[in-house]
Every structure is written in C-alpha cells, then in structure tokens.
C-alpha cells in the first residue's frame, strides 16, 4: 500500500507522495490513476517529494495525463507545507529543487502548521525561442494569432512552464473546454502550452481562466497567474514592484513582478486528508 496526502494550493489539487520514505517506480502511470475523479483519489496531478543533493527538498510533478511537468506554483507551496509539518525540514525559509530551477520559499507558520507561503519563482523568460515558441522575433507580446478562425492577441511567457495569456472580456462564459486544446496544441507550441483568459479589473487586481497542458481546465495555476501578472505589466495594465491580485477560480495569489525581472508569488497550501492506496 502507499501512503498519500491529498493537498490543494487555491483548488489546484494533487496527490502527494513522501518518497523520503517510500518508492514510486512508475510515477507517469499512478498519476493517471489517482488523478481519475471517479475511478481513483481525483487530483490534476501527482506530486513526488524526494530528497535533493542541492536543496533541502526536490519536488517532481506529473500532471493528470501522465506527463511530467517542470514547475508548479501551487503544488511546490503544498510541498513546503508538507516538509515543515512532516519534520524534513526544520526552518521557514527553505528550497526546492524542480526541473525548472532551484526555487526559495518563505514560510509563514503558525501554532506549527505552514499558513501561508511566498515563493521566489525566479525570472520571468519572455524569449520566445527560450518559452518555446516557433517564431523568431525578440518577444512576443502582444501578437496577433488565429486559432480556429478568429484572432487573438496573444502575450506569452515561461516562469518553468511555458504560457499564453489573452486580456479579454466575458471569460466566465467562454468554452474553455474547447478553446483550450486548440491552444494546447498549436503549432506555434512545439511543448505545448497553458493558457490564461484575464480580465483586467483594475491596476491591482486581474481575473484569470486557466486550461492546462495535459491537465485541462483547473481551478488555478501558480505559474499561470505569475505568467499573467507579468504579461499585464508588459501590456501596461499593471506596474513592477508593485503586488497584483489575481483572482482565480479556486480564491486567489498575490503575485508581483519586480524590476529585476523576478516573480514573487504569495499564496495559502491546505491539507484536505491523508490516505493509503494500491500501487
């Protein structure tokens, strides 16, 4: 049997693995099965906890459809709430290791239980060769795209995963379930790519819509939110140095893109239950 804890940072859900403890051969396959809302745990995705030769801990996400991913904002907040209160790390500033990067996290921690976690999600890549995106220019910013038959202006920017954000309006009435995949696999997006529907309601605070790249629509996504704070200072909606709030479907993040190019993200981690199933 193994051993899990179901955790959400906003909504965005995954099941959590203690690999300091215990041994995952085939991570691609269990992330599948216990993120099945009706046959398994229901999760968009499975979280690896493991130990780290250049942090204090590594985490390694894999998302609903078995893929793995290089960062999650949401889940890596999870993470260090889970090391604090599991004793594999002892103190309120600690890293974690990702596919994307060595990440920082200040912990906020309150009669022993982690509250609330703010994370140094590193610089924003605004390169498309560097996101991936297929076009050659400097940045894209922006840019007019098609995709099935109408035209979008389209702003796209990696914090570990790559991004496409559009600023429009009526987002709570789009078919995200359709538009979405279409995005997901457009050709300009040689590793696919996550993207974000803003409205912009004033010059701090943003409303988002999030399709996912192997996982679909979810309730919320860190990097996502960190991709659109800084998509909408690119756009001048918003400003650097200055905090942003984004609201999403599953609450909200703060997210503020400094003048040095980096993103800090501010946001809560809850534990929903523990449990043991069948690998």
């Known amino acids: 049997m193994l051993k899990f804890s179901k955790m959400h940072g906003t909504g965005n859900d995954y099941v959590y693995v203690n690999c300091f403890e215990q041994k995952v051969d085939n991570p691609e396959k269990l992330s599948i099965k216990v993120s099945d809302r009706h046959f398994g745990i229901g999760s968009d995705g499975l979280i690896l906890i493991c130990p780290s030769d250049v942090a204090d801990v590594r ?3 894999y998302n609903a459809d078995g893929s793995e991913g290089m960062m999650c904002g949401n889940g890596i907040r999870c993470v260090a709430k889970y090391s604090y209160e599991h004793g594999l790390v002892s103190k309120d500033i600690i890293t974690v290791e990702t596919k994307s990067g060595v990440k920082t996290l200040k912990l906020t921690i309150e009669d022993g239980k982690v509250t609330y976690v703010s994370v140094d999600m590193g610089v924003a890549v605004i390169k498309p060769e560097d ?8 940045t894209f910013i922006n840019r007019k795209m098609t995709v099935d038959g109408k ?12 991004h496409a954000v559009i600023f429009t309006t009526g987002i709570d009435d789009m078919e995200l379930d359709k538009i979405g995949p279409l995005f997901e696999h457009h050709e300009l997006f040689p590793e696919q790519i996550n ?3 803003v409205e912009v309601i004033d010059e701090h605070t943003l409303k988002m819509r999030v399709w996912e790249r192997g996982s679909g629509e979810t309730m919320s996504c860190g990097t996502g939110t960190c991709a659109v704070t800084v998509a909408a200072v690119l756009n001048g909606y918003c400003r650097r140095d200055e905090e942003v709030t984004i609201k999403i479907r599953g609450g909200e993040l703060k997210d503020t893109y400094l003048s040095d190019g980096r993103v800090i993200m501010k946001g809560t981690a809850t534990h929903v239950f523990d449990g043991e199933i069948e690998e």
């Open 151 to 162: 035209e979008y202006e389209v702003t796209c920017v990696s914090m570990g995963n790559p």
């Open 195 to 197: 993207t974000e529907f």
């Open 59 to 61: 985490m390694k996400m």
């Open 131 to 138: 996101i991936p995106v297929n076009d050659g220019a400097d």
